[in-house]
T-cell receptor, first 113, second 115 residues
Framework: QKEVEQNSGPLSVPEGAIASLNCTYSDRGSQSFFWYRQYSGKSPELIMF????GDKEDGRFTAQLNKASQYVSLLIRDSQPSDSATYLCAVNEGYSSASKIIFGSGTRLSIRP | DARVTQTPRHKVTEMGQEVTMRCQPI?????VFWYRQTMMQGLELLAYFRNRAPLDDSGMPKDRFSAEMPDATLATLKIQPSEPRDSAVYFC?????????????FGEGSRLTVL
């Protein structure tokens, strides 16, 4: 079992709709969770991080965390064609002095006009 | 404009040859990660360093891969001998102290093709 699991997609969403991306993780001790976006042929870039159970909103993006279910999600409201990319879920595992960032395989999102 | 610099950007080599990839992290960042990305496996952690000390290289095939950080401005990833299954994009990423924020800054990657 991979440490961080994501549905590979592709997930196709009409422009203006809500895109919902999901991620589960295996290490119960994980404390920090991140969403990175990667455009085709480019390197990943951080878009959101969340530490506490519940929702965290930043513009059109909302990250949701449920530690009991070991589940993280990312909602993108009013999806735009520029949101078409692969979204990588990442988890900070281990103790802070030796913590490491583990990534899922990513979900490919396509926003259709 | 601070950024992580990786060289080479592209490398084509033949099986059995040695490959060295280099990374210059952002000045002041004390954590450096090496990842490998393929379509099948996604982004795999190979090794990482904090304050130049290797903390975990369990993701690397030990018999052929080695990672070092000879000084704060240079991290290297070496493959010897290379094999076709090593073909992938290799990313270096650096982060500031307090890595709990998880904000890693990625280089543009080194695309390796082993024939």
């Amino acid at each position: 079992q991979k440490e961080v699991e994501q549905n590979s997609g592709p997930l196709s969403v009409p422009e203006g709709a809500i895109a919902s991306l999901n991620c589960t993780y295996s290490d119960r001790g994980s404390q920090s969770f991140f969403w990175y976006r990667q455009y085709s042929g480019k390197s990943p870039e951080l878009i959101m991080f969340i530490y506490s159970n519940g929702d965290k909103e930043d513009g059109r993006f909302t990250a949701q965390l449920n530690k009991a279910s070991q589940y993280v999600s990312l909602l993108i409201r009013d999806s735009q064609p520029s949101d078409s990319a692969t979204y990588l879920c990442a988890v900070n595992e281990g103790y802070s002095s030796a913590s490491k960032i583990i990534f899922g395989s990513g979900t490919r999102l396509s926003i259709r006009p | 404009d601070a950024r992580v610099t990786q060289t080479p950007r592209h490398k084509v080599t033949e099986m059995g040859q040695e490959v060295t990839m280099r990374c210059q992290p952002i000045l002041g960042h004390n954590t450096v990660f090496w990842y490998r990305q393929t379509m099948m496996q996604g982004l795999e952690l190979l090794a990482y360093f904090r304050n130049r000390a290797p903390l975990d290289d369990s993701g690397m095939p030990k018999d052929r891969f080695s990672a070092e950080m000879p000084d704060a401005t240079l991290a290297t990833l070496k493959i010897q001998p290379s094999e076709p299954r090593d073909s992938a994009v290799y990313f270096c990423a650096s982060g500031p102290q307090g890595i709990d924020t998880g904000e890693l800054f990625f280089g543009e990657g080194s695309r390796l093709t082993v024939l």
